[in-house]
């Protein structure tokens, strides 16, 4: 079965930075995208980042353009989410999801096959 699982979270001061990883097992696909989502308490799912795995090619939300960053190692078949000066309304669970083919809706969270559990991101005030 394909596994999703991110690892990274914490709990951070105001200004500080975390990479997020984002690891998929199981299958081996020809090609995919790995996207991160983030869902804050009372808020609804957002799109956050995304990578179309052959190619490595990045694409982002809109208000994280320029704050967070998207990156990949082959090697150890796992992204990354690199996120700096971090503020408190960044507090979320992020979420990493597999989809087993590239896509043009990578905004959009059912397009995704797989999903990780979570790995939680706070802000102290």
């Known amino acids: 079965q394909v596994q999703v699982v991110e690892s990274g979270g914490g709990l951070v001061q105001a200004g500080g930075s975390l990479r997020l990883s984002c690891a ?14 983030r869902q804050a308490p009372g808020k ?5 980042a995304a990578i179309w ?5 990045t694409y982002y939300a809109d208000s ?7 990156s990949r190692d082959n090697a150890k078949n796992t992204v ?12 979320a669970l992020y979420y990493c999801a597999l989809r087993g083919r590239a896509t043009t809706q990578y905004r959009v969270g059912a ?8 790995t939680q991101v706070t ?3």
């Open 111 to 118: 397009e995704y096959d797989y999903w990780g559990q979570g």
């Open 44 to 48: 609804e799912r957002e799109f956050v």
């Open 53 to 57: 795995c052959s190619v490595g090619a």
């Open 123 to 125: 802000v102290a005030s």
């Open 64 to 70: 994280m353009k320029g704050r967070f960053t998207m």
């Open 80 to 91: 990354y989410l690199q996120m700096n000066n971090l503020q408190p309304e960044v507090t």
């Open 24 to 37: 998929a097992s199981g299958r081996t696909f020809s090609s995919c995208t790995l996207g991160w989502f």
